[in-house]
């Protein structure tokens, strides 16, 4: 039995559970409320030996528009030092570990704007499928921010690679679902027609296997990638993407 949420749809399958963005109204954009409820329950399902296979997805037209930046000044306002940042960038680094060290096997289903943390939030789930209609960017660099949310750029490096993830973040330019399956940031492409055929066949092939020996694969991967985020230095990533929008503030000002 899952909780109620306000940003989060969930429809549980047994071995299946489907956990769907629900900000349609802004284009899915991940705010503080969103971090809280992803992190309470994927701390929910830590501790459950049902669910097998867990696929993210996003209501209305987008799955994600990244991350909801009309909270900034709010913040800013309430502690001018940014210390209510800090502790949001936390927020979302502690949902994105948590996503990527999960014993189940997470699908990210994903359809028309991916954008920002939004695909952050999908390079942390072990499969993606996308619609062929998906366009896909890293904005930050253009935003004036570092691509610090989350912890993301170990994880974007391990993925996709660095000469390509160069070129993704310092252009901030879009790219649409045929590039993003070259860089693998997409392990298959279909039609939007076949999207929830697609995901629901990834989900159900890997529900039937035997949960040990996917988490024992799962554990052997993650391992390469912590050590590879604890030598890019991600850890002090709250911190630097803080000072980067206090900064920013404060010479519009």
Known sequence: MFMDFKTLQVSDEGAILRVQLNRPEAGNSIDGQMLDELLLLLRHLE????????VLSGAGSDFCQGGDRTEFPELLE??????????????????CSTLAQMKLVTIA???GDVIGAGLGLAIFCDLRIGADTSRFRMPEVGLGVPPAWGGVL????????????RRLLLLAES???????RLFILHKVV???????AVDLWARTVARRD?????????????????????IGSYFDDELLTASIVRRTMLRE
């Open 191 to 197: 039609p939007a027609d076949d999207l929830d055929a």
């Open 78 to 95: 309430r502690d001018p030092l940014g210390s209510e940042l800090t502790l949001l960038g936390y927020k979302a680094q502690r949902v």
């Open 211 to 231: 949960p040990t020996t996917t988490r024992t694969a799962k554990t052997m991967l993650n391992a390469r990638a912590s050590a590879n985020q604890l030598t």
């Open 47 to 54: 501790d459950d030996n049902t669910v097998r296979v867990m």
């Open 109 to 111: 289903r994903l359809h």
């Open 154 to 165: 170990p994880r974007l490096l391990e993925e996709a690679g660095q000469a390509a993830v």
């Open 175 to 181: 790219f649409d679902a045929d590039m993003a399956e």
